[in-house]
Every structure is written in C-alpha cells, then in structure tokens.
C-alpha cells in the first residue's frame, strides 16, 4: 500500500486476507467469494414509480459491474451485505428478466443475500434466482456478514448501509468520492450499485480509510 495507487489494496481482518477492489467490493481469495454492499436493485424503477424522472438502466449498469468483477476474480459465491433490492418496484418484470437472464449466465454461482433494511421492505428476489437469503450477523470463520454496522456479531462485522463517501480536498475544492472505512472490530463497504448516492465519513481514532476513483483504490494518510 504505503499511498502508491493500484486497483486493489491487500489487508487483513480477524486474521484473513482479504482485497478491497477499486471496484467498491471485498474479494476473499481463501474462499474465491466477493463481498458486495447495497447493490439496490430496482432504485431507478421505484424512483420513476413515484414519478421522478431518473435515467433507466442502473439495473444493466449494476450487472455488468457484477460481470467485470467476475471477468477479474476467480468467484465461487457472491455475498450481497444488504439492500439487494431497493423496493417492491424491484419486482417488476423488466428488472427480474434482467436478473433472470443474468443468473442464467452464472448459473453454478452461489449467491447469498444478508437482508437489510430495504429488502425487509422489498421482500426476498424471484425464486428462480436462486438465492439463499440469511439474517445478520451471517458468520463465516472470523467475518460476519452484516447490513448494518452496529449489529452485534461474533466476528469482525464486515457491513454496508452507510453509502460511505470521503471529502477529499484539493486547494479550495475538492470531491467525494466512495470509499472503505475499516476499524478494530468493523468495516463499512462502499455503496456498490449505480444511482445510490453516499453519505460523508470521517475516521475515527484507529480507522482507516481506502478511497476509489477511475479504477484505482488508495489510502488516505491518518492525518488527513
């Protein structure tokens, strides 16, 4: 690391090695699995449901992100921390052929969903995704799979629903861009999905920040 740019960062928590992607997921080598957060499937269609006129295709744009990653990383199994789905509006037919004609490209794929709040909301995806759908905390060895950040778990709590995004500023500007946010006991991911908008951190004593930006990730010195 040591602040030289590069696509991905190797860390370790609770004793595995583990890589934040540039591409705003965890890739865990041991066990061949991507770690991805608030994906939110269905935003732009709940959106246009209420008629606000947002642009169509994040749900494209959020599986071809999933296809460049699994282009990248040898993958045996996806684990969505949370917020899979935004709304009911994610069940429309467009949205679960979509998702339908994606799974069928990937079909020996295992995917697992830790439930967050808004899939409490949305109601667990189409069957014949073939999803497993599992509450927080979801532990494996030391990592516990969680929504959200302060949910009590035996393991280091790898979570999502915070969006985090970091200011980082340049002279009289600046920009906010997504970013890792891992401390002692728990680590926040980066919003993964298009159209999710973010919510601005500043670390805390022991925390660490990873920023990305144009497919790279790098970490901000711990005194600013």
Same mark, same amino acid.
Request: hydrophobic fraction near 45%.
């Given at each position: ?78 684990? !969505? ?15 679960? /052929? ?5 799974? /069928? ?39 516990? =799979? ?12 790898? /979570? ?19 970013? =890792? ?10 919003? !993964?999905?298009? !159209? ?21 990730? !790098? ?6």
């Amino acid at each position: 690391m040591n602040g030289r740019r590069q696509d991905h960062c190797v860390v370790e928590l609770a004793g595995e090695s583990v890589w934040l992607l540039a591409q705003k997921a965890i890739y865990w080598p041991a066990r061949k699995m991507l770690i991805i957060a608030d994906i939110h499937f269905g935003k732009a269609a709940a959106f246009r449901a209420l008629g606000v006129p947002v642009p169509r295709g994040t749900t494209t744009q959020n599986l071809l992100a999933l296809d460049a990653l699994l282009a990248a990383y040898p993958c045996d199994e996806i684990i !969505f921390l949370g917020d899979f789905l935004h709304a009911r509006a994610a069940h429309a037919p467009a949205t679960v /052929a979509a998702m339908l004609a994606w799974r /069928a490209r990937h079909p020996r794929l295992r995917l697992t969903v830790v439930r967050g709040n808004h899939d409490w909301h949305a109601g667990d995806p189409a069957a014949a995704l073939g999803i497993r759908m599992a509450d927080e905390p979801h532990t494996l060895d030391g990592l516990s =799979f969680c929504h959200h950040p302060d949910t009590v778990a035996p393991g280091h709590v790898l /979570a999502g629903h915070v969006h985090p995004v970091f200011h980082l500023r340049a002279g009289r500007g600046g920009v906010r861009l997504p970013c =890792f946010l891992l401390g002692a006991s728990r680590s926040i991911l980066p919003s !993964f999905g298009a !159209f999710t908008g973010g919510h601005a951190v500043q670390p805390a004593s022991g925390e660490r920040v990873y920023v990305t930006a144009d497919a790279v990730i !790098f970490v901000i010195p711990s005194n600013g």
